[in-house]
C-alpha cells in the first residue's frame, strides 16, 4: 500500500474518534482520573524493583480514600423514601426501589 492509503486511514481513525467524542459515545477528557501516588510507568517500576515501596503507595491511597458514613437513626429518610405514606407529597426518590 501506498504511503498516502496508511495517511488516509490514520486521518479516519481520528476523525472517528473525534466523531464520537463529540457523540459521547467515548469520553477522553480523563477527567475521571485522580491524583495518586505510584502511577503509570512509576509504579510499574515501583511494583518491579521497589516492592515494599509499591505496597505502601497501595496502603497509602487505601486509607485517603474514605468510605460513604454510614446512616444514623436520626439521619431521618434523607428523600429517598416518603414517610407519609404519599409518594407526591415531597421531592423524594422518584424511581423503585426492589428489595
Not at 492509503?5 to 476523525?15: C, E, F, M
Amino acid at each position: 500500500m501506498e504511503w498516502w492509503g496508511w495517511l488516509l486511514i490514520a486521518a479516519g481513525a481520528v476523525a472517528l474518534g473525534a466523531i464520537a467524542q463529540r457523540a459521547g459515545w467515548i469520553d477522553l477528557s480523563g477527567g475521571g482520573r485522580r491524583g495518586g501516588s505510584g502511577g503509570g510507568l512509576v509504579g510499574i517500576g515501583d511494583e518491579v524493583f521497589n516492592p515494599t515501596r509499591h505496597e505502601a503507595s497501595i496502603e497509602l491511597d487505601r486509607q485517603t480514600t474514605l468510605p460513604a458514613p454510614a446512616p444514623i437513626p436520626g439521619d431521618g429518610d434523607l428523600g429517598v423514601i416518603q414517610v407519609d405514606g404519599d409518594p407526591d407529597a415531597g421531592d423524594g426518590y422518584r424511581g423503585v426501589i426492589r428489595l
